[in-house]
């Protein structure tokens, strides 16, 4: 597919199935090709301006409401998980532009977004205490422009990404941030990123090598923290809509195997294995764990569109509806993780040991579902949700709620 649309596909329309579909197809045929990253996927997302999805159809965009956009991460999910995680950072920047219209109307990221650029951020260094904003990237003033030096991690989706959001240090030791291009000079792109899942996510280093930055880039760093932030749960339910998606392939998989396993087990119970009733069975219990997970993060995402809304609508954060969807996102995290987890494992109780070969590729799912739930501890999820239940207390206003 090489067709550059005006504005996104609708929800239902075939453009996006085939949109997707054709992602789906390119994950598959890199199965046998690990070293390979998901370029003609982004190449899709751009071409039909997937990333422009929120935006007002008045402005260009898709005019998707929020549980919109997260059907939209769980298919997706379904048919690469490192696709919707790489945009993970995009979507969140594209609510800021909407809320904070009046603040970005000189700048010219609205119309990037429309036009198919995809904007990502690093932030995080791995020699900081998770949750301390305070950095060794430097951003100094070099006459009338600045340079920035520095090292980051955990940068998803950077990679990828036509725009960087990078926080640093300034002169007098305070935060900022500055939204440069990513293919500026001295900005490197390690892809050095090692974990067992979500390979392709670019979630490594970013080497920043005395990047020039103009005033014009240069942006309020946003502390996490003081206050609730509007639709702050929004990156944490991403993550579980994008769990969602694997599922929905642990269960297709799954059927797969079944249907056209050509052997049974002389002690079975049927004389083919998509008759048994006991191999059903399991099949039949992913299809359910499947349900539950989408439908838990559907739920938790219409919960998040009130709050959402409420922002865009108002300009001001409605501190109910921000804890309820972060509580919302947070009980999704604690009640499906071993759903989920269970379920990547139980798929290999339908196809016997020929599951087990490395050639069918079905490690992916529980190597990227540990990944994804490996973001944010889910003890300490569990623990704040229950003192917000039985004592009433305040949820973290940290990134992670």
């Known amino acids: 597919m090489t067709t550059t649309a005006t504005r996104p596909a609708t929800l239902d329309s075939p453009e996006l ?4 579909g054709a992602i789906a197809e390119d994950a598959r045929r890199r199965f046998d090709e690990p070293a390979e990253r998901p370029d003609a996927a982004l190449r899709l997302i751009r071409a039909h301006r997937l990333g422009a999805v929120r935006i007002p159809v008045a402005d260009g965009g898709g005019g998707y409401s929020t549980r919109d956009l997260f059907e939209l991460l769980i298919r997706l999910g379904e048919a690469d998980p490192d696709v919707p995680h790489i945009l993970r950072i995009h979507y969140g920047f594209v609510e800021e532009l909407r809320r904070d219209a009046t603040a970005y109307r000189e700048r010219p990221w609205l119309g990037e977004v429309v036009a198919g650029k995809l904007f990502g951020g690093a932030s995080s260094e791995l020699g900081n205490r998770v949750g301390v904003y305070t950095y060794d990237t430097t951003l100094l003033p070099d006459g009338e422009n600045f340079r920035l030096n520095g090292r980051k991690f955990y940068s998803t989706g950077s990679l990828y990404s036509d725009y960087l959001r990078v926080t640093a240090n300034d002169a007098d030791g305070g935060q900022i941030s500055a939204l440069i291009p990513a293919d500026r000079a001295g900005v490197v792109h390690a892809d050095d990123w090692d ?40 990156p944490q339910l991403l993550l579980h809509a994008i769990a969602a998606g694997i599922l929905r392939a642990v269960t297709a998989d799954a059927t797969a195997l079944l249907r056209d396993r050509p052997r049974s087990y002389s002690w079975g119970n049927a004389e083919q294995s998509h008759e048994d009733p006991q191999l059903l069975q399991i099949v039949g219990e992913l299809s359910a764990a499947t349900f539950v997970v989408e439908s838990s993060v559907l739920a938790a995402a219409e919960v998040l569109g009130r709050a959402i809304d409420h922002a865009h609508e108002h300009g001001t ?6 804890r309820a969807a972060s509580l919302a996102a947070a009980r999704v995290k604690v009640g499906v993780e071993d759903i989920a987890l269970r379920a990547a494992g139980e798929l290999y109780g339908v196809g016997g040991a020929s599951a087990v070969r490395s050639s069918t590729h079905l490690d992916r799912h529980w190597r990227n579902l540990r990944t994804l739930f490996s973001h944010n501890p889910t003890a300490f999820k569990a623990r704040a949700i229950g003192d917000a239940v039985v004592n009433n207390a305040p949820l973290p206003t940290v990134g992670f709620f």
């Not at 199935?17 to 997707?20: A, G, K, Y």
């Not at 020039?212 to 932030?229: D, I, K, N, T, W």
């Not at 954060?317 to 921000?322: K, T």
Request: cysteine-free; hydrophobic content about 35%.
């Open 17 to 20: 199935h085939e949109v997707i």
């Open 195 to 234: 974990g067992i899942g979500q390979r392709h996510t670019g979630t490594g280093t970013t080497i920043l090598d005395n990047v020039l930055v103009a005033p014009s880039e240069l942006l309020p760093f946003q502390r996490v923290g003081a206050e609730r932030r509007p639709g702050g749960a929004q």
């Open 317 to 322: 954060v409605d501190e109910d509806l921000e």
